[in-house]
């Protein structure tokens, strides 16, 4: 079999960390199996270079700030394959480049565009064990580009993808996608299969056991997987295509987005065009806005309301400002920080009702006020205050009944 493996930063977080990857791949291998093997940065190191950046420049080139994180891989990979030589097994590692890895779009964001015919193949044709460095890849002009935090998720399932593996699992510090992060909800559940779809939702809306563009990918690609433990041999979950019993199941998961802000904009003349420039405005700021809510205008002024992540706030009201002062001398700003994202996911939520109003009203029992609401066909979004977050994850999930006992 050929079997696609990828080691986050905690699984290879120390000496002994390493030295355990090496032995789970080295039993794999002694089994007869092809494989490779994708890494990631050692924990904690992908954040450090940045910090080293930040001290050479508050805005550091985004060019040259890949070179410097593309760095992280490259040590876990050469001292991985390095364990691996000391147990006996042939093992190489390949940067992205030797990969095959080529990527196109902006820097430290880059997406893959395809993967080429590399030195990965012979290596894996001669039977090693080849070492993958996650994150990173070459654009068509030769320049290193990085693939977005947690992108060691898709060069695994890139990989996994273009070498048609048998088996792709993404080994982590837990044992599965859970219910919600079991960090903050002690009663969640593992799940033990979830489609593309939940596993993107959820991924979109903060559960970072995956990265969210690695599991569009899967999807695309049609990459069966499993994400469970480096740590032990327990089964993990496995995601792909639904299928119809998994409709049974309401809420498949619910997640929390921190640090999010609140802007809101009144006085604008309710006016055709309006909207659009103002999201133009913070569309060229490179401003993520998530929610909208837009009011009925009322005295011939509407109000707009747009959530983002708390670090944008500052860029919003620069990029808003003028475009404000042009557009009436009614219009305002009014901004709140501290706000925090719950949400629930389930492709349940097509066939069943009541799920909104099972959310609200846990939350209101609860004395959790709710801000904004937003939904789509298989998630329901509401901001609330951020020091309340932790507990209205709690109170939900168990208002879903997706509490162990
Ligand atoms: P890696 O370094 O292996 O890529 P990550 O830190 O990116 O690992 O992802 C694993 C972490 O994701 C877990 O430690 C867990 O706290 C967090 N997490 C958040 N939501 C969930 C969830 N629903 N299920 C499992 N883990 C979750
Ligand atoms: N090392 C990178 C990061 O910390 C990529 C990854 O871990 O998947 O985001
Ligand atoms: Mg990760």
């Known amino acids: 079999m050929l079997i696609v493996q990828k080691y986050g930063g905690t699984s290879v977080g120390s000496y002994d960390r390493i030295r355990n990857v ?31 950046a930040k001290e050479m420049s508050s805005n550091p080139p985004e060019r040259e700030l890949d070179v410097l994180l593309s760095t992280g891989e490259q040590q876990s990979i050469a ?51 080849v070492i993958v460095a996650g994150f990173q890849g070459v654009n068509e002009e030769g320049l290193v580009q990085t693939l977005g935090r947690g992108g060691s998720d898709l060069s695994a399932i890139a990989v996994a993808a273009a070498a048609k593996a048998d088996v792709c699992q993404i080994l982590t510090d837990v ?47 049609g990459v069966k997987f499993e994400v469970r433990s480096s740590l032990n041999n327990n089964p993990g979950t496995i995601v792909i295509e639904e299928h119809p019993t998994m409709e049974s199941v309401v809420i498949r998961g619910v997640s929390i987005e921190r640090a999010q802000a609140r802007v809101t904009i009144t006085g604008i003349p309710d006016e055709p065009g309006m909207s659009g420039r103002i999201l133009k405005a913070l569309g060229e700021a490179e401003i993520n806005i998530d929610m909208i809510v837009s009011n009925i205008a009322h005295d011939g002024f509407a109000r707009h309301s747009f959530t983002m992540p708390t670090v944008d706030l500052g ?24 706000i925090g994202k719950l949400s629930v996911v389930g492709i349940g939520m097509r066939s069943h009702s009541g799920v909104a109003a099972t959310m609200f009203e846990s939350l209101g029992h609860a004395g959790i006020n709710i801000g904004i609401i937003s939904t789509s066909e298989i998630k329901i979004s509401v901001t609330v205050e951020e020091e309340h977050l932790e507990e209205a994850a709690r109170v939900v999930h168990t208002a879903f009944g997706l509490d162990t006992e």
Do not use: W
Request: neutral net charge; aromatic residues 4%; proline residues 2%.
């Open 79 to 129: 001292l991985v394959s390095m364990a691996l030589r000391e147990m006996g097994v042939e093992a190489v590692s390949v940067t992205g480049r030797q990969a095959g890895m080529i990527t196109m779009g902006s820097h430290t964001r880059a997406r893959i565009s395809t993967i080429e015919e590399s030195l990965l193949q012979r290596y894996l044709k001669e039977g090693k064990v």
């Open 315 to 338: 860029k919003a009201q620069v990029a808003l400002r003028p475009l404000l002062n042009e557009m009436s001398d009614q219009a305002e700003i009014e901004t709140e920080a501290g």
């Open 22 to 52: 090496a032995s789970r791949v080295k039993a794999l291998h002694d089994e007869g199996h092809q494989i490779a093997v994708v890494v990631s940065a050692m924990g904690g190191v992908t954040d450090k270079l940045i910090a080293m």
């Open 175 to 221: 044992d599965g996608v859970y219910t919600a992060d079991p960090r903050i909800v002690p009663k969640a559940r593992k799940i033990d299969e979830i489609s593309y779809d939940e596993m993107l939702e959820l991924a979109s809306v903060g559960t970072k056991v995956m990265q969210s563009r690695s599991v569009e990918f899967a999807k695309k690609y």
